[in-house]
């Protein structure tokens, strides 16, 4: 731990400067006829073999120590939830949301003993200084059939049809494809996928009949509205991944640990999308091959603010979900068997995987549950607590929808519309929610809002002082802060995001990840270009300036600590600096009453019709792994009118 480590480092710097304990001044004195340089030599030699046994390992720890680095720059606090559920040896399969790009890894590197692999996209892969990164990590790419998607000639329509003796097929029925213009027995074969437009969801081709007509698998497509009228369609060739599957099964059978996000690609979704079969596959592969049930941990990613810089994020990890050795007879059977129970795992790794998640129905949804929590908060919680709290929330909204067929009473609607509406004010005003408080008690002899004037606000404020403070500390932090803060490269590469992919609504998840790599890139060509500068302006001699140099890391990180307090004052100027404007301060100074009233409500609603939600709302502990099969069963029964 800790402690040793600082012992351990005091010990060695003790024995090094007192000679007399010294033990290669010992040795060399008794003796005379060894000298200095043959230890040196030896020990350069087994410095060189231990470096090259051990590369990968090195190059991992390496990688992992400038992650930890990376993450303490650009998250205020990144908090882990559930490490208990981890096995602390064997081999592991992580299964994470993919809601923030290549940061996702960063956070389960960070927070995880274990040495991960990851599987990784070709496409990213090829990329400069993510594929170095992964190489270090010692990653697996993958080749993603969606990344190598073409148009298919003419258009299609389709429809369902009875389809339960085909082999290949699932039993439970077939699309039947019918092109128009289109050459199917040259473009496409057994295996192969088709997409329709405007969906990330493609299906597999099990018969090919000539053509114009063709038939697809049905599975996972209950969400999708089939198009009745020609339209354009993708072709995703099959890709074989035999080779990558004998990385994954060497690694489990050494009892390493793989990373994989199966939803299989980023997303800014607030639900998760649905998982590919390619972690059940592996886990069936690992039991049959060596006998292995591999425990399979979820792990919920949750970032708060997590495109800005100095955000927070809560890493939690779930109950692990394992094979159903009885199951695997089964799955050797092949066909509709096999297709059956790697479905159930991987419902039952979804289950695992909401279960450490704050999942919603929209994004407009969410932002009215984080609202509704907040509004009912009393006091302050560990963003742990706020994590549980906020998952009853969402748990609770979705159950209440359910209760009323999705279509809610009037009260109901008319606080979902207040709770946004002050959202909305907040927002128009610049304002964060846990300022209003503050405003009621700032009023000081203030009897109502006509009273209010800019002259008496400013006589007792801070107002002169804090503008002063936070352009100091803007100034301090300026170069850093703006290349960390930096979104021009970052939207940039948003759009392309945005513009490639079936799933995105706003490719969100890829401006933190962008930010960073660009920061990887300049910072240090920022050092470079001080350094530069001081040899070539200043008298400072060569020690002197690679002094300065090798501090500057710690340089950069003062001034980003100075920046993050500055954003802290700029914030918190904001509420004075708006009193300022007559149409604004009568908004501001009514805002603490409508806050207070919406709290009352919202905590009386919840109080009526809580009690309706069982555990969710008079149990303190919850097993949320039982609380997400629940909810799914719950969803089924509406879904059949039960």
């Known amino acids: ?14 024995i090094l400067a007192v000679d007399s304990i010294n033990p290669v001044k010992i040795f060399l004195h008794v003796f005379p006829s060894v000298k200095p340089w043959h230890i040196a030599s030896v020990s350069i030699a087994l410095m060189i073999y231990v470096f090259i046994s051990e590369l990968k390992a090195l190059l991992y720890f390496a990688t992992k120590v400038f992650f930890n680095s990376i993450a303490s720059i650009f998250f205020r606090s990144v908090e882990v939830v559930g490490r208990f559920n981890v096995p602390r ?19 389960m590197v960070c927070t995880c003993e274990h040495k991960i692999s990851y599987l990784i996209a070709e496409k990213s892969w090829n990329r400069r200084v993510v594929g170095d990164m992964a190489w270090a990590l010692g990653a697996v790419p993958v080749k993603r059939a969606q990344d190598y998607s073409v148009k298919g000639s003419g258009k299609i329509t389709m429809k369902n049809v009875l389809f339960g003796d085909k082999e290949g097929s699932t039993g439970a029925g077939a699309i039947l494809v019918t092109g128009h213009n289109t050459t199917f027995t040259k473009e496409l074969t057994i295996g192969d996928k088709v997409r329709p437009p405007g969906t990330a969801i493609a299906m597999k081709v099990i018969e090919i009949e000539n053509d114009t007509s063709l038939n697809v698998e049905a599975v996972g497509t209950e969400s999708l509205t089939l198009p009745e009228e020609p339209v354009p369609f993708d072709i995703l060739q099959r890709i074989d991944q035999k080779v990558v599957y004998s990385k994954v099964l060497e690694t ?54 997590k495109n800005r810089f100095r955000g927070r994020a809560v890493v939690e990890y779930g109950q692990p979900v394992y094979v159903d050795p009885s199951t695997l007879s089964a799955y050797q059977k092949g066909g509709p068997e096999k297709r059956r129970v790697c479905s159930e795992l991987l419902q039952r790794i979804e289950d695992g995987m909401k279960s450490v998640l704050v999942t919603a129905p929209s994004y407009e949804s969410l932002q009215v549950i984080y609202a509704a929590r907040r509004l009912w908060q009393q006091k302050e919680l560990l963003i742990s607590e706020k994590q549980d709290l906020s998952r009853r929330f969402a748990e609770g909204y979705k159950q209440l929808l359910l209760q009323v067929n999705g279509k809610p009473p009037k009260e109901w609607s008319d606080l979902n519309d207040r709770i946004v509406s002050y959202q909305n004010e907040l927002t128009e005003l610049g304002i964060r929610d846990y300022q209003v408080p503050g405003l009621d008690s700032e009023k000081g002899e203030i009897q109502s809002v006509e009273d209010l004037d800019g002259d008496t606000f400013l006589s007792g404020m801070r107002l002169p002082y804090q503008i002063c403070h936070v352009l100091f500390l803007m100034l301090v932090a300026a170069i850093p802060s703006v ?54 302006f200043t008298n400072l001699d060569g020690p002197a300036i690679a002094l300065i140099f090798f501090c500057m890391p710690l340089f950069s990180y003062m001034s980003i600590m100075w920046a993050e307090a500055g954003m802290v004052e700029f914030k918190d100027l904001r509420p004075y600096v708006m009193r300022l404007y007559p149409s604004a301060r009568r908004r501001i100074a009514a805002l603490p009453e409508t806050r207070k009233k919406l709290s009352n409500d919202v905590r009386a609603f919840i109080k009526e019709h809580g009690p309706s939600l069982g555990e969710l709302y008079y149990s303190e502990d919850i097993d949320w792994n039982k609380m997400s099969v629940k909810a799914r069963n719950l969803s089924k029964k509406d879904l059949k009118g039960e």
Not at 1 to 13: C, N, R, S
């Open 252 to 305: 489990l059978a050494s009892k390493g640990a793989i990373g994989i996000f199966p939803e299989g690609g980023s997303h800014d979704r607030t639900d998760i999308l649905p998982l590919k079969v390619g972690v059940a596959l592996i886990a069936y592969s690992a039991l049959e091959k060596d006998g292995i049930s591999v425990p399979i941990i979820p792990v919920g990613l949750n970032y708060f603010q």
């Open 89 to 107: 040896h064997g081999p592991v399969i992580f299964v994470g949301n993919h809601a923030n790009q290549f940061v996702d890894a960063i956070m």
């Open 1 to 14: 731990d800790f402690t040793k480590t600082q012992l351990t480092v005091f010990g060695i710097v003790l």
């Open 483 to 536: 290349l960390l803060n930096t979104r021009i490269y970052a939207e940039k590469r948003r759009k392309k995001a945005l513009a490639n992919s079936k799933v995105k609504i706003k490719a969100e998840d890829v401006l933190m990840t962008e930010k960073i790599l660009i920061c990887i890139v300049l910072v240090p060509t920022l050092w470079f270009f001080y350094a530069f500068m001081l040899k070539c």
